[in-house]
């Protein structure tokens, strides 16, 4: 048989997932909720886990919203999809949502969602390789269709090691976890967000050298619309932001209840031996990724005017292609929505115990 990523995600109950591409309609005030159309990036996983809070648990309906979500297949297409308007509004990898802008396709972020891509180099927990100067000579199993394979070069400069002498197997992102696990590479270049959830319930431990260790940031998901809605329907785009915000500050308040939450909106991962582990681990990484500055600071959603801009610079430089330009970065990024929803002083002390665990997966 073939090796695929649905060969892993098998024992998830999740394999044959991907984007409902749900046609909608642009949202109209009319009697009771505005119907509104939101799009993930991936499949059912952690750092969408908040959307499945947002509808089921009812913020969003308390913010006069009535949301459908569907399921993506890839931060790019998410993008796009957001762009031309097939959905009013969607997830995706900020560093994705920079190129998308590059390319003048017209979208916005109105709100992080998370803070670290955790972009890195994924390796069996036994690998020999211990530091990223032991990458060369080793089989380095990579995607090019992957937001973090652009980075490749920069992560190898920045981490002093020479990526010539490193043999890089192109292979499909749907094979790449599976590609680890049977040794067929020595390491691959993924999220962990993705890669440890995906391996670690079926028993397969990995650990995660992340570019961010050598000095390179970006934030994680970017909640995106239209600059067009953006300007005509403020107050939409308010309602919309703040019930995701209150969803992620309960995911982080209440662990155990989100995840029940999301296993009865999925059951296909509820009914698998190891899909409770898997939303557990994606759940908790994700959150570990929002106990920042921003949030502690400034509340949720807040995005740093300055690393954006640091962002946006390495994205032009290395991900974005020829014939892009920078984004207007005070244009791609807004404030507006964000900054309502905060932690308290025993709520953070909580979210950082109930992370600890999983910070052993990327330390």
Same mark, same amino acid.
Request: aromatic share 8%; hydrophobic share 45%; charged share 20%.
């Given at each position: 048989?073939?090796?695929?990523?649905?060969?892993?995600?098998?024992?998830?109950?999740?394999?044959?997932?991907?984007?409902?591409?749900?046609?909608?309609?642009?949202?109209?005030?009319?009697?009771?909720?505005?119907?509104?159309?939101?799009?993930?990036?991936?499949?059912?996983?952690?750092?969408? %886990?908040?959307?499945?809070?947002?509808?089921?648990?009812?913020?969003?309906?308390?913010? !006069?919203?009535?949301?459908?979500?569907?399921?993506?297949?890839?931060?790019?297409?998410?993008?796009?999809?957001?762009?031309?308007?097939?959905?009013?509004?969607?997830?995706?990898?900020?560093?994705?949502?920079?190129?998308?802008?590059? #390319?003048?396709?017209?979208?916005?972020?109105?709100?992080?969602?998370?803070?670290?891509?955790?972009?890195?180099?994924?390796?069996?927990?036994?690998?020999?390789?211990?530091?990223?100067?032991?990458?060369?000579?080793?089989?380095?199993?990579?995607?090019?269709?992957?937001?973090?394979?652009?980075?490749?070069?920069?992560?190898?400069?920045?981490?002093?090691?020479?990526?010539?002498?490193?043999?890089?197997?192109?292979?499909?992102?749907?094979?790449?976890?599976?590609?680890?696990?049977?040794?067929?590479?020595?390491?691959?270049?993924?999220?962990?967000?993705?890669?440890?959830?995906?391996?670690?319930?079926?028993?397969?431990?990995?650990?995660?050298? %992340?570019?961010?260790?050598?000095?390179?940031?970006?934030?994680?998901?970017?909640?995106?619309?239209?600059?067009?809605?953006?300007?005509?329907?403020? !107050?939409?785009?308010?309602?919309?932001?703040?019930?995701?915000?209150?969803?992620?500050?309960?995911?982080?308040?209440?662990?155990?209840?989100?995840?029940?939450?999301?296993? #009865?909106?999925?059951?296909?991962?509820?009914?698998?031996?190891?899909? #409770?582990?898997?939303?557990?681990?994606?759940?908790?990484?994700?959150? %570990?990724?929002?106990?920042?500055?921003?949030?502690?600071?400034?509340?949720?959603?807040?995005?740093?005017?300055?690393?954006?801009?640091?962002?946006?610079?390495?994205?032009?430089?290395?991900?974005?292609?020829?014939?892009?330009?920078?984004?207007?970065?005070?244009?791609?990024?807004?404030?507006?929505?964000?900054?309502?929803?905060?932690?308290?002083?025993?709520?953070?002390?909580?979210?950082?115990?109930?992370?600890?665990?999983?910070?052993?997966?990327?330390?």
């Amino acid at each position: 048989m073939p090796i695929s990523r649905r060969r892993v995600l098998k024992g998830m109950g999740i394999a044959g997932l991907g984007a409902t591409g749900l046609p909608l309609a642009t949202p109209a005030i009319s009697q009771g909720a505005t119907k509104v159309g939101f799009t993930t990036s991936w499949i059912p996983e952690g750092p969408n %886990l908040f959307a499945y809070v947002a509808r089921d648990r009812g913020f969003w309906k308390k913010a !006069g919203l009535d949301v459908s979500v569907a399921r993506g297949s890839g931060s790019g297409a998410a993008a796009q999809a957001v762009s031309a308007g097939t959905f009013d509004f969607g997830m995706a990898a900020t560093p994705t949502v920079i190129v998308q802008a590059a #390319k003048k396709l017209p979208i916005t972020c109105i709100g992080q969602i998370n803070y670290d891509a955790l972009m890195g180099i994924g390796l069996l927990a036994a690998s020999p390789i211990k530091t990223p100067k032991d990458l060369e000579g080793r089989k380095l199993g990579a995607s090019v269709s992957s937001g973090e394979y652009p980075f490749l070069p920069l992560y190898a400069q920045k981490a002093g090691f020479d990526l010539s002498k490193v043999q890089i197997v192109q292979i499909d992102g749907k094979v790449r976890e599976r590609s680890l696990m049977e040794q067929q590479v020595d390491a691959v270049s993924a999220f962990a967000t993705s890669t440890i959830p995906s391996l670690s319930p079926l028993g397969t431990e990995v650990r995660f050298m %992340l570019f961010r260790d050598a000095g390179i940031e970006f934030y994680g998901q970017s909640l995106t619309t239209q600059p067009q809605r953006l300007e005509k329907d403020p !107050g939409l785009c308010a309602a919309f932001v703040e019930g995701a915000m209150q969803a992620i500050r309960f995911t982080m308040t209440n662990f155990d209840e989100a995840i029940d939450v999301f296993l #009865k909106a999925n059951s296909e991962v509820a009914i698998s031996s190891t899909g #409770k582990d898997y939303a557990r681990i994606g759940l908790g990484l994700t959150n %570990l990724t929002n106990l920042v500055p921003e949030v502690k600071e400034h509340g949720f959603g807040f995005a740093d005017p300055k690393k954006v801009a640091t962002m946006a610079d390495l994205v032009v430089k290395y991900a974005a292609g020829d014939g892009a330009t920078r984004p207007d970065v005070e244009a791609l990024f807004t404030n507006q929505f964000v900054g309502k929803v905060m932690l308290s002083a025993d709520e953070l002390a909580a979210a950082e115990k109930s992370t600890a665990a999983f910070r052993k997966y990327v330390s």
